[in-house]
């Protein structure tokens, strides 16, 4: 397993943007598939978006696409979600995880962070 730390995380007001980052431990992040997810209050966990191991392919949550963007360097062991025009249905505890293929269930995904929050205030 990968040990993974978030880090990024804070309050924005609606509109604003803040970018999370995720440092993975371990010689071998470049063959790991990576996610972000997100879980609310009282809410499931819930995907966000998830990269491949080379980075060339990415997959969004429908209610995130076209404002987040994931991304990887490997050479840095990290992975990013920039996120863009935040509103505040997006504020929750957000996770990084580790998988073997990039996929959108959580069950996929065998190593995960301890969260950061993003508050997004109206």
């Known amino acids: 397993q990968v040990q993974l730390v978030e880090s990024g995380g804070g309050l924005v007001q609606a509109g604003g943007s803040l970018r999370l980052s995720c440092a993975a431990s371990?010689?071998?992040?470049?063959?790991?598939?990576m996610g972000w997810f997100r879980q609310a209050t009282g809410k499931e966990r819930e995907f966000v978006a998830s990269?491949?191991?080379?980075?060339?392919?990415?997959y969004y949550a429908n209610s995130v696409k076209g404002r987040f963007t994931i991304s990887r360097d490997n050479a840095k062991n990290t992975v990013y979600l920039q996120m863009n025009s935040l509103k505040p249905d997006d504020t929750a505890v957000y996770y990084c995880?580790?998988?073997?293929?990039?996929?959108?269930?959580?069950?996929?995904?065998?190593?995960w962070g301890q969260g950061t929050q993003v508050t997004v205030s109206s």
């Open positions: 995880a580790a998988g073997w293929i990039a996929t959108m269930r959580p069950a996929d995904f065998d190593s």
């Open positions: 371990g010689r071998t992040f470049s063959t790991y598939a």
């Open positions: 990269i491949s191991t080379s980075g060339r392919n990415t």
